[in-house]
Every structure is written in C-alpha cells, then in structure tokens.
C-alpha cells in the first residue's frame, strides 16, 4: 500500500481465513485524492457489503442463511487493519407484509452488524427494506437514505433509487444531487454508492433504475466518478461514458447472469460447492492516475477465492 503521487491503491478485496461471505470492497483511495489534488492524501479502506437478506430462509438456497451475516461481520472484524468505514448497500433485511416484522428484521440485523469494529457504519436501503412503505421503517433504524460526506479527499454520495413508486430517484433528489455537485472541484474524485443499477442492466428483471440516465448526465460532468451498487447479487463491471459501476455480490444468494435463463430466481445451494457465487475477490489496481476504476482495470485483476467446507 503506497502513497505515490500516480499510484491508486483503491480496491483491494480480501479472502478473510477462508470465510468467503463478505462480498465487499476494501479499498485504498489515497492515491486519488493527493494526484487529483496536487497534494499527499492519506491511504484507508473502506469495505462494501451488500444484500444481506436478514430474515430470509430457504434451505435449497442457503442453508446457513441466518448464519452468514454473522460470519462476515467476524471476517472483516479480522482484518489486520480496520475499515475507516463499512457501507451496506441495500437489501438489508428481506421483504416482508408484515411492518411489525419488518422493524424486528431490522432491529436484529442492526444488533448484529452493531459487533462490527470499524470506526463508523453507513447503510442506504434496498427495495426488500423500503419499497412496501417508501422507507418509513428504513428511516426509524437507520436515518435519511440520500447523504453525502467527504473522507479525506474522496467526496461520497449515497442515493436512495428504491424507496419511491417504479424504484425512481425522483425529482427532489435529482435536484439535490446537482446541487450537491456544484460544491464540488471538476477534479475532486467522486464515489457514489446505489442499490439498483443506475444504467440499463436488464430491465425485465428490474435491473435498472428508471431516472438514472439523468443521475449519470450529472454525475459525467465530473472526470472521476465510480459507482458501486448491490442489488444483482453477482460481480458485474460496466461502464456509462468514463463512469465505472461496478456490483457487489450478495451475502445470501446469487442471482443469474443478466437474459441467462428465462426467469430470475436464485441459484440453488450446491453440497459439492458450499457458498458458490457468495465468494470473495481480490483486484488490485497499481500504478494508475486519479480517475474511475473500469470494467478492464478490475476484470484482468480478479481471482475467486475458493471456499472451503466449514
């Protein structure tokens, strides 16, 4: 890990003593900030967690389901060198009618991940947590879902695109996302994290948000911008213009390629590979100036981490 005037240590994924459930980001952004700025940033880590599903039970699927997250929280608490900070995008809890078990869902995984040891915790919802109610419940555990906040030199956004009827941004966050840009040097490097994919992925399968071209058009008029999401439950890189969006597996299931197969359903458990598709990657970026993390720069670096029967 350096600190090089033209070298960006940003991702760097890690197998955790074999346990491969925490399918997040480690990343070392310093490099970003001190080249982009003309000045010396200061290297950290942050790590992505995404589609924790807490509440939901299918033994075909996973039948270690109500022991996953758990297991991840130990993984990251593991790390040699704490995260500045752990971000959970979406789907925390699975959907339910009920609103009274919807809160205990919520209470529960908030009691969990409330073991992890890193400085400071974030989360944004996914629609299993807001979309039955637009974000009520959400809000009484975990606060306002579109929030912004620098660390040292990077300036991150957090958009809520489930909450609202069709999973849209909607106008008044738009609005505010343009604004809270115009605060913003053209050269301050800009991560931005979404549940749904902000482009088309795949839009019979909902894999898309419906106003998200207009969140992109903002988001290009700065030159450093990357966006990590959740909701696919599978690695996908893609890039919009020079905007890299890169997902996250899911620590419950995964989910099919995108038009792989006729319906989408999660894939069933296999003995023969325990936690298939729940694995971790290891990308690391080197010798790079400030500027998004593409499809290229994270798919020639990747490497499954095998995961061994517990």
């Known amino acids: 890990m350096t600190t090089g005037m ?3 240590d940003f991702i760097k994924l890690l197998g955790f003593g074999g346990l491969a459930f925490a399918s997040g980001i480690k990343g070392f952004a310093g490099g970003a900030s001190a080249s982009a700025a003309g000045g010396r940033g200061s290297d950290y880590a942050f790590v992505q967690l995404s589609d924790t599903h807490w509440g939901f039970s299918g ?4 039948p270690d389901a109500a022991g996953t ?6 993984a990251v608490n593991a790390l040699a060198r704490q995260p500045d900070f752990v971000i959970f995008t979406g789907d925390l809890t699975h959907t339910t009618d009920d609103p009274k078990e919807r809160r205990g869902r919520m209470a529960r995984f908030k009691e969990i991940v409330s073991k992890l040891r890193a400085r400071e915790v974030r989360f944004i919802p996914g629609e299993h947590d807001a979309s039955l109610d637009r974000g009520e419940a959400y809000r009484e555990f975990f606060g306002e879902p579109t929030y912004a906040f620098d660390h040292k030199g990077i300036h991150f956004i957090a958009l809520d695109n ?9 106008p008044a966050q738009l609005d505010w996302l343009a604004k809270d840009l115009e605060g913003q040097g053209k050269e301050t490097p800009i991560v931005v994290f979404a549940h749904r994919p902000l482009f088309n992925l795949y839009e019979d399968w909902d894999w ?3 106003d998200g071209e207009k969140a992109i058009g903002l988001l290009a008029t700065h030159p450093h ?4 999401y959740g909701h696919i439950h599978q690695e996908n890189h893609h890039m919009t213009g020079a905007i890299a969006h890169h997902a996250a597996k899911s620590l419950i299931f995964p989910l099919p390629a995108p038009g792989s197969v006729p319906k989408r359903a999660p894939l069933p458990w296999n003995p023969d590979l325990p936690y298939q598709g729940l694995g971790l990657r290891e990308v690391d970026l080197r010798s ?13 670096r990747i490497q499954e981490i095998p995961v061994p029967h517990p």
């Open 6 to 8: 033209d070298r960006m």
């Open 59 to 62: 033994p075909k699927v996973n």
């Open 69 to 74: 997250l758990e297991k991840a929280v130990d």
């Open 162 to 170: 489930v909450s609202e009827p069709g999973g849209v941004l909607g």
């Open 208 to 210: 898309t948000t419906a």
């Open 225 to 228: 911008v990357t966006v990590f």
């Open 288 to 300: 790079r100036k400030a500027g998004p993390f593409t499809a290229a720069d994270v798919q020639e």
